[in-house]
């Protein structure tokens, strides 16, 4: 008895839960089949640049302070070890210049993982990365890397020629047109943040 009561009751909300869907939904619907590849048999093949570091141009920022994407190959760069990590021969702040590649931002050598809110305004973050800035720019060492950044590719990925099977027509606000080609995201950390 008390099982089909419940039964019941999922079931009137599951029926709500789907009005409710289509209601918002009524407009521009973009069905679960134009989304995947499910009926229209197996993906193209892609591929990757295969430019090597040095001869590709940087790909445009997909919105504010998100990580850029890898513009050139990473044949041979990857996997990143506990022991080698190629991108860090480039990227490092002390040889980004003389390598005409970008350093590697403050935000990268911080450990927020264990810093709580409170603990962030206490310790004055916000200008403490950016004094810290002057001294990493061309002494950090790769045990000054904040241990979730040593995955490189975690977050920074290269592109492939993929065609999108619907269009993206999401269109980033940059607030400060540098922040096109640049992070700030160490100069605003402490954003919103009371
Ligand atoms: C041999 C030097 C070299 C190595 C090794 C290297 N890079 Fe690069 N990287 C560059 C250069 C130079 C650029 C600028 C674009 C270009 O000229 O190809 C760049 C660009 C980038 C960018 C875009 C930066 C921007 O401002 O848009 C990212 C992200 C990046 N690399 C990540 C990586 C990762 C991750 C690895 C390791 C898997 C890596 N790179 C290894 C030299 C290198
Ligand atoms: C946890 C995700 C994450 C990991 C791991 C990570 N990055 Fe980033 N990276 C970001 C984000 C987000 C930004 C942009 C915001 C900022 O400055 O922090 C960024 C920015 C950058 C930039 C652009 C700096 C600028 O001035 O515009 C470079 C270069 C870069 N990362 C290189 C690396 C390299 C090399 C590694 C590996 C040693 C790495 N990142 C690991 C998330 C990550």
């Given at each position: 008895?008390?099982l ?35 009926s ?11 430019a ?40 490092m ?16 050598f ?7 809110k ?77």
């Amino acid at each position: 008895m008390y099982l089909k009561k419940l039964i019941g009751m999922s079931a009137a909300v599951a029926l709500l839960f789907a009005a409710g869907c289509a209601a918002a939904n009524s407009g521009n619907v973009v069905t679960e089949d134009q989304l995947s590849y499910g009926s229209k048999g197996t993906p193209p093949k892609v591929e990757y640049s295969k430019a090597a570091p040095g001869t590709s141009k940087r790909l445009p920022r997909s919105y504010e302070n998100a990580p850029p994407l890898i513009p050139h190959s990473i044949d041979g760069l990857v996997p990143i070890t506990l022991k080698n990590n190629a991108c860090l021969g480039c990227h490092m702040p002390s040889v980004a210049k003389s390598m005409g590649a970008t350093p590697m931002p403050p935000t990268h050598f911080k450990d927020f993982f264990f810093a709580t809110k409170k603990k962030l305004i206490k310790q004055k973050l916000y200008e403490d990365v950016i004094a810290y800035k002057a001294r990493l720019t061309l002494m950090a060492k790769k045990e000054d890397i904040a241990p979730q950044r040593y995955n490189c590719v975690q977050c920074h990925v290269p592109q492939a020629n993929a065609k999108p099977l619907v269009a993206n027509t999401f269109k980033p606000d940059f607030r400060d047109p540098s922040a096109k080609h640049h992070s700030k995201l160490y100069k605003n950390l402490m954003e919103g943040v009371k």
